[in-house]
C-alpha cells in the first residue's frame, strides 16, 4: 500500500501553520536579514525588580495540560470579568476549547521558579479574505504591568499582516 503525499503548503498562512515552533522563531523572529527593529529574546530582566523571566514560543500541542491551565487560570484572574460583562458571557468551556486551537502560537512568560506570569497567544489567519496575524490575548501578572516588556516588541517581530506571503 503506498502512502499519500501530504499537500504542500500553498498560502502563506498554511505554510506559517505548518512550521514548528523552532523553524517559527528561525524563519519570523530571527531571520537571517536582521532588518526587523528587534530579535526574539528568551529572557527579560525586570528593570525594578532585577527578576529574570524566560520566554518560550508553543503551540498548544507543545504546551503541557499544567501550563495550558495556568494560561486559563490568568485569562480568569485578569478578565473574567470583562468576559461576563460581554455579549458572549464568561464560557469556560468555550475558552479553553478556543486555547487548543492548533494553529494558535503562545509566548509564555516564566519566573525563575518556572511559574507562568504572563503569555500572549496569536494566529497567522485569514480575515476579511486577508492574511493577518491575529493577537488572541496579551495577560500579565501585575509585576509586569506597567514596564516595557518583551511581548509588545515580540507581536512587531510576528510576520505583520502586509508582509505575511513574503515573509512565509
Known sequence: MTQKRRRAP?????RANRKTDKEFIAEYLQPENKTSPSTWVTEWVHPKTDARYKLSLSTPTN????EVQACFDLIEETSR?????????????KKFKEMKSPELRYVIVKDN???????????????E???VVYCYEIHLKPELHGYQHP??????????ANHLESLC
Do not use: C, H
Open 10 to 14: 500553498t498560502s502563506p498562512i498554511e
Open 63 to 66: 504546551l503541557s495540560e499544567d
Open 81 to 93: 470579568e470583562d468576559y461576563e460583562n460581554s455579549a458572549g458571557k464568561w464560557n469556560p468551556e
Open 113 to 127: 521558579a518556572k511559574r507562568i506570569r504572563g503569555f500572549t497567544s496569536f494566529m497567522p489567519t485569514y480575515e
Open 129 to 131: 479574505g486577508e492574511p
Open 151 to 160: 511581548l509588545p516588541p515580540f507581536l512587531q517581530m510576528a510576520p505583520p
